[in-house]
């Protein structure tokens, strides 16, 4: 339910946003992620992402839909004896950018969307797949190398929500640092 609620809140902001493209731009995101489930093991594990966006600009404000795909996560703990989660995330994202001077902009925001996820349980082969509510909060700093591109880096901490495998609730979280280009058109 929440990812069909999530899909439709972006599209209808895409669809209301599309008249102001003339401050439009996309980009590519990547960096580590630190993958922490808080329930049963209490352990990060780093995994690798990359992510795609799209979106609007009216100063200060910025709003976007952005993919990511995170790597898989490996557990391997004595509480545990093994497990493999892998995600995926869609989420609406908005942004205010702090004019420090013409070519610096830090930046600060949060969005909502859904996050896909696959766990294997390694010792009873339980698998569970399924999605969840995702929130995120994050920070960060634009550099503008010419009038159409941007390197973009910062920090992003994503609440991904539970899943249940073999009577375990488990809760994932990510903290990730990023780099990325963002072109404007």
């Not at 996560?73 to 004019?99: C, H, S």
């Not at 634009?142 to 880096?153: A, E, P």
Request: with cysteine; charged share 20%; hydrophobic share 35%.
């Amino acid at each position: 339910m929440f990812a069909y609620l999530s899909l439709f809140v972006m599209i209808f902001c895409l669809i209301v946003a599309t008249p102001s493209l003339a401050g439009g731009y996309f980009g590519v995101r990547g960096g580590i992620s630190d993958v922490h489930e808080t329930n049963i093991t209490d352990e990060y594990v780093s995994s690798g992402f990359v992510s795609g966006y799209v979106g609007v600009t009216t100063q200060p404000f910025r709003g976007e839909i952005e993919y990511t795909y995170i790597s898989q996560a490996d557990y391997d703990d004595v509480k545990r004896n093994d497990m493999q989660a892998q995600f995926q995330r869609i989420m609406a994202n908005g942004y205010i950018d702090i004019p420090i001077t013409r070519y610096v902009r830090p930046y600060i925001g949060g969005g909502v969307g859904t996050a896909f996820y696959t766990v294997k349980d390694n010792l009873t082969e339980q698998k569970e797949t399924g999605s969840h509510f995702a929130w995120n909060a994050t920070a960060g700093v634009g550099i503008k190398l010419t009038r159409n591109l941007t390197f973009d880096s910062g920090y992003r901490y994503v609440d991904m929500g539970k899943v249940k495998i073999n009577e375990n609730e488990l809760h994932f979280s990510t903290h990730d640092v990023y780099a990325g280009l963002r072109f404007s058109f």
